[in-house]
Structure formats: C-alpha cells, structure tokens
C-alpha cells in the first residue's frame, strides 16, 4: 500500500511458476539502542537488542527485475504471499527461521497487493493495462482493477478472472460473509485524460465475488464517502481501508480524511464520522483498530512514501501516526507516534503498513517505514506511545527502497522489503512474548480479527 506511482519492469508474458529456492543471504548486523541511526553506512544493518533478524530471502526470477519491487503480505497456514510489481510470490514458513520458496507468478502491474482468501488470492491492480490478464500490456492501457487466482496449488497458481474498476485497484479490503467475499477497492483519481479514471470519484467500489465461482465476480455498489466534499489538493477517493467485521466497522484512510464506517450492510456501508487533521496529516495511508476496536491508529503517509520526512527537520506530528479513542461513538485524537532514529536525507521514511502484536491487555504494533525500517511500539498509553524495538538496514542506492509492510503472525515478524526481499525477525521481550502463544489461522490486515 503505497501512494507512490513506481513503474514496474516488464516480465514473462504469460502467467508462470517457479520452484526455485532462493538461498539466505547475511550482512553485517549490529545491535543499536533506540535513538538515531543517521550514521548507518549502506549495507549494514541495526536492529535493537531484543530483536533478532532470523532470515532473508532475496527477490529471484521474474519478480527481481529492475522495478519489480516487492509490495504488501498476507498469510494461510504455514505459507506467506506477497506481491511485487512483477506478480506474486508464495512461501513455504512452516519453518520461519527457514522460509523456502514454493512458487511465483509473472503477473506485472502496479502495485499487486495481495490477500488470501480459502483458495482464492486477490491482487490489485493500480495500472491502465491492456487486458486483464497476465499477458497484457501498456498498449491500448483500457483496464484496471482486482485479478483473481486459484492457489489451492501453491506450486501452480490459476488465474481465474478479474474486475475493473474505476481507477483502477490502489489497495482492496476483504469482508467475508458466507459463501460470498465482498472487496472494498480504494483508489485515487480522477484523471480526467485517463479512459479508465473519469471524474468525479469520491467514491469507494465494492466487488462481489462469490467463492464457488470467482469467474462471476462483479461490482455491486460505488457509494460516495464525500457527496458534499470537493476534491483535495491531492486527490479523492481512498487509500486503505481496514475492515473490522466482529463489530461491524471500518476505518477509511482517504485522500485528506479519514473515516468511520457502519459496515453492517457490507453492501451500504455508512459513515458514521469523519475526520480531518489539516495541519499534520497529508495522506492518510492506513488504519489499525486496537483489539477491543476502541482505538484507532491512523497512518500519514507524508510526502507519498518518497521523501526523506524522518529527520530532524520534519515535526514528529508529520509523516507520523495518529492515535484515536472512541468516546461516546465518536473518535478523539489523543497523541502521536513517530519512529525516534534520526534516518539520512537520502532515505525515504514515513509511516507505512503495520499490524498488532496480539499482547491480551496491551496495544502493541510492529510496523514498516520504508527505510526507516522496522518499528515495535507500545501506544497502550494513547497520549504518549513509545518504541520498544526496531531493525533496519542502512541507505539503500538508487531510489525508492525499505521495508514496504510488517507484520506479526505466529510468533515471528515478516517484512516485505522493496529490493531486499523478505526478512524474517523475532523479538525478545517481556512485553511481546505473550504473543507467541497466539496462533493465526490466516492473516489479512485489512480484515482485522480478534485474537
């Protein structure tokens, strides 16, 4: 989930899957305590002293081209998804410390996030192509939207159908309900030159996909969020939302707001609040519930996920997160979390993807920051949220690069890294240790689930 529009290379024409394993690599590693890291010389890394980098496994094949960089995760069972501007990738993590890859697919397109769903996977795509299927290309560049596959073999992948929608697939949200999946597609627009990105579009899209034949998959509703609102200086529509199905609500991060949602109906859903923070929050990126959903963290994505906003002369009130708590139905901000290590002006950081770490009784995130790296923070206390953890490497040449998503799922962390791959680490602590008892059938953050 990123706002920065990065061209992907081009790939195999044809859907394809490999069984190559790709080997562990090492670097150098130091442990660092908290504080600045603005000294960091490229190709070291730091983590703090209760957090341990367990494995790596570079990009290989047809999603390790230049561009094809990776993007966001999800999680079944003992494997891990992730997207890449080239296709996806599917791994076996049986063994977390020993990730093996089992198979990826040459599908390129901006941006492919990904989620899993029973033996469908979904990916958005946020790119005019020519067609909908893994073969097309840049030419006639008339359709965008959601692509859809069959992974019961993770080895081979189907693809089995796609939808378009307007302005395209930026990122895309799940909402079970029975034999049905409805997918909440956020995306930017309008663009008025553009075929497949008309105005006006203060709206969100919702896709029915019924499980039993992902084939029919069709749009069922475009409600606007913002019938009385003109377009941002940014754009309109929405960035992420994050469904949280047990009480019936979800989050909205959208372009200058971010909103509440009454999903009861998840075919009308309606708003119930909307928020705005104009003098520190420029995109709102993202959105976590705490686990009892009284707390909200939304996410700034300053500067879209380019800019070097961790230093000292950004506020640590901008490219930051905002924590929420719902008093009386209704949201109050009460403090603000940025990462305290100092980055260089070369290396873009802003708050990005992040999850819980399921602690009962206490609020606990782990959370990507491009090149920032890695964050453990503790906004248990909503007034005054602390880091607790952290790992990240040193500037990375040539651009746009860092760890894309982080997330906790059964006892480890797994970061999708743009041009380094996927790490693998684990913390020690006697604040998140608790969490290793907790096991996660699936994992999608946008659907968030109560542990």
């Known amino acids: ?196 990105c008309r105005p006006p579009h203060e709206l969100i899209q919702i896709v029915e996909i019924p499980t039993r034949s992902p084939q029919s998959a069709k749009i069922v509703n475009k409600p606007n969020l913002f019938p009385d609102r003109a377009n941002s200086e940014f754009s309109s529509g929405c960035h992420d939302i994050t469904a949280f199905p047990q009480n019936k609500v979800a989050a909205a991060a959208c372009f200058g707001d971010g909103v509440l949602l009454d999903i009861s109906d998840p075919v009308n859903p309606k708003v119930l609040q909307q928020l705005t923070d104009r003098e520190n929050f420029q995109i709102w990126h993202s959105a976590t519930f705490s686990n009892d959903g009284k707390k909200i963290v939304f996410g700034d994505e300053l500067g879209g996920g380019s800019q070097a906003t961790c230093d000292r002369n950004t506020p640590s009130t901008k490219g930051a997160n905002a924590v929420y708590e719902l008093v009386n139905g209704q949201l109050e901000r009460r403090g603000y979390f940025k990462i305290p290590r100092e980055q260089q002006e070369n290396e873009n950081c802003v708050a990005h993807n992040g999850s819980l770490i399921p602690v009962e009784g206490k609020d606990i995130m782990v959370q990507a920051w491009y090149q920032g790296g890695v964050s453990i923070w503790d906004f248990t206390d909503s007034a005054s949220p602390k880091e607790i953890g952290f790992f990240e490497r040193g500037p990375i040449e040539g651009g746009i690069a860092g760890s894309w998503s982080a997330y906790y799922y059964n006892g480890y962390i797994y970061s999708s890294d743009m041009t380094e791959g996927l790490d693998v680490l684990e913390i020690t602590d006697p604040l998140t240790d608790p969490a290793k008892q907790v096991t996660m059938d699936d994992f999608n953050v946008q659907t968030q689930k109560v542990y």
């Not at 081979?156 to 049905?180: F, I, K, N, W």
């Open 1 to 196: 989930m990123c706002t920065v529009l990065l061209l992907a290379s081009a790939c195999a024409a044809e859907p394809s899957a490999t069984e190559e394993p790709a080997p562990a690599t090492t670097s150098q590693e130091t442990s660092a305590p908290a504080g600045s890291t603005a000294t960091l010389s490229p190709g070291a890394v730091a983590m703090s002293d209760n957090v341990k980098h367990v494995a790596n496994l570079p990009r290989t094949g047809p999603l390790s081209g230049e561009g094809n960089l990776n993007t966001d995760l999800a999680f079944q069972g003992d494997y891990a998804y992730m997207g890449n501007f080239g296709g996806f990738a599917i791994y076996d993590i049986s063994e977390p410390t020993k990730p093996q890859l089992v198979s990826q697919v040459a599908c390129p397109a901006q941006q492919n996030d990904v989620t899993v769903y029973g033996d469908l996977l979904v990916l958005s795509i946020d790119e005019p192509r020519d067609g909908p299927e893994c073969d097309s290309g840049e030419g006639e560049r008339r359709w965008e939207g959601l692509r859809i596959f069959d992974v019961s073999d993770k080895k081979s992948p189907r693809y089995v159908g796609a939808v378009q929608t307007d302005c395209g697939s930026h990122t895309h949200t799940m909402v079970p309900d029975g034999e049905t999946l409805y997918v909440y597609v956020s995306s930017p627009g309008p663009e008025p030159e553009s075929e497949t």
